[in-house]
C-alpha cells in the first residue's frame, strides 16, 4: 500500500478569525489581538495563534482519513516563521512512507508567498 | 480558578492536574473559528482541538510570560473522544533547560479517559534571555 495524496487545505487567516479563535480556542493571550500588548510585544503586531495554523493541517488529514485521524493520527512539528494576517495559508501533506500499514506524511503550512510557516510529519494508520 | 503554579518557578516533574469535557456547542464554536467543516466531527472531538484545550488549560493554570513562543507540538491520539466524555489531563514538566539565557521548556500533557490513556500531547516552549536595563 502507498500513501495516498491529500488535498491541500487553504484559508485566510485575517483577525476576525484569530479573534474567534482566541475565544474557542481557549487562548486568550493578547498578543495575538489588537492590544497595546501586541504592537509592544515580540513581534511587533498581532500573530495568528500557531495552533490555528496548525489546525489546517489537521483537517488536511481529517479530509483524507476522517475517523482513523481522530482515531491514532499523530503530528509532530515546529513552527518557522510566525503568520501574521491577514495571510493565506495552505496546508500540505506530503506522501513520504508507507510501512507496514503506517503512513508517513511530510507537513508544511506556508504563507502565500511559500514560506513555510510551520514543517513535520503526520502519521495515521487507516 | 486558583494558580499554584507560576512559569519562573516551574521544575521538572511538576504535576499540572485537571478535568476537561469538551462539549457539542464547544466544538461548534472551535469550528467556526478555524472553518473546518462540522461534519465530520459530529461524533468525535478534533485531535487539534483537544490539543489546543490542553494548551488553555495550562495557560489557564500557569501563568505564562507574553514573551514566551510557542516553537513545537506533538500530538498522539490513541483513539477518539466523544462529545461530552469526562477527561481528566496531567501536564507535567517533562524538560527544563537553559540555553545562552533562554529558558526551554517541554510539557507533556496526558488525557486519561478513567484508566485509558486516550490522547497525548507535547508542548515545547522558548522563553528568550531577560533584557537586561538599558537595552531594548
Redesign the interface.
Known sequence: MSAPAVTPVTRVIDQARVDAYAQYGKDPNPIHRETPEAYAGPFGKPVAHGMLVLALASEAMAGAFGRAWAEGGTLKIRWRSPAFPPVRVTARCTPKSAVDGLLTYDVVCEDEAGEALLTGTATVRP | MSVAFTFETLARGDVIPFSLTITAE?IA??L?????DPA?WRD??????L???M???L??RVP?P??V?????????????RPGEPLDVRITVAALSQRRGATIAQFEAEAFSGEESVFVSRI?VLA?PPVEAGQG
Not at chain 2, 467556526?32 to 473546518?36: C, D, I, K, N, Y
Not at chain 2, 468525535?44 to 482541538?49: R, T
Not at chain 2, 513562543?69 to 473522544?81: C, D, K, P
Open positions: 464547544e464554536g472551535y467556526s473559528a478555524t472553518g473546518e465530520r468525535a472531538v478534533p485531535p487539534l482541538l490539543a489546543a484545550f494548551v488553555g488549560g495557560l489557564a505564562i507574553l514573551e513562543m510557542h516553537t513545537g507540538q506533538e500530538i498522539e491520539a490513541r483513539r477518539a473522544v515545547s528568550p
